[in-house]
C-alpha cells in the first residue's frame, strides 16, 4: 500500500510561483507513473501533468503547458509540481496521484489527500 502525502499549497497571488511535493512512502516508487490532478469548487477533477516512472517521459495538460513543470526524485520517493505565472483559475485542491499504467493515470491506484493552492488576482 502506498501513501501520498502533498504540501506547498497556499494563498499567492496571480503571477506568483508555487512548488508542490507529494512525499510516497510504502511502495517501490519508481514503479509508478505520478501526476499530479486538481479539482475547482463545483468542477469535475482535472489532470495537469504526469511523469512516467524513470522521469523520461512527461505530460501536461494544455491549460499549464509552459507554465508547469512535473519532475520527481525517486531517491526521495517525491514527485513535484513547480507552477509559475500562477493565474486565478489555477485555483483548486491539488492532488497527487500514483499508479502502474501511464496512459490511465485517471485511474490511479492511490491518491494523496489533496492540498490547497489559492490564487488572488
Known amino acids: 500500500q502506498v501513501q501520498l502525502v502533498e504540501s506547498g499549497g497556499g494563498l499567492v497571488q496571480a503571477g506568483d510561483s508555487l512548488r508542490l511535493s507529494c512525499a510516497a512512502s510504502g511502495g517501490a516508487f519508481s514503479r509508478y507513473a505520478m501526476g499530479w490532478f486538481r479539482q475547482a469548487p463545483g468542477k469535475d477533477r482535472e489532470f495537469v501533468a504526469k511523469i512516467s516512472g524513470s522521469g523520461g517521459t512527461t505530460s501536461y495538460a494544455d491549460s499549464v503547458k509552459g507554465r508547469f513543470t512535473i519532475s520527481r526524485d525517486n531517491a526521495k520517493n517525491s514527485v513535484y509540481l513547480q507552477m509559475n505565472s500562477l493565474k486565478p483559475a489555477d485555483t483548486a485542491v491539488y492532488y497527487c496521484?500514483?499508479?502502474?499504467?501511464?496512459?490511465?493515470?485517471?485511474?490511479?491506484?492511490?491518491w494523496g489527500q489533496g492540498t490547497q493552492v489559492t490564487v488572488s488576482s
Open positions: 496521484a500514483g499508479g502502474s499504467f501511464y496512459f490511465r493515470l485517471d485511474e490511479a491506484e492511490y
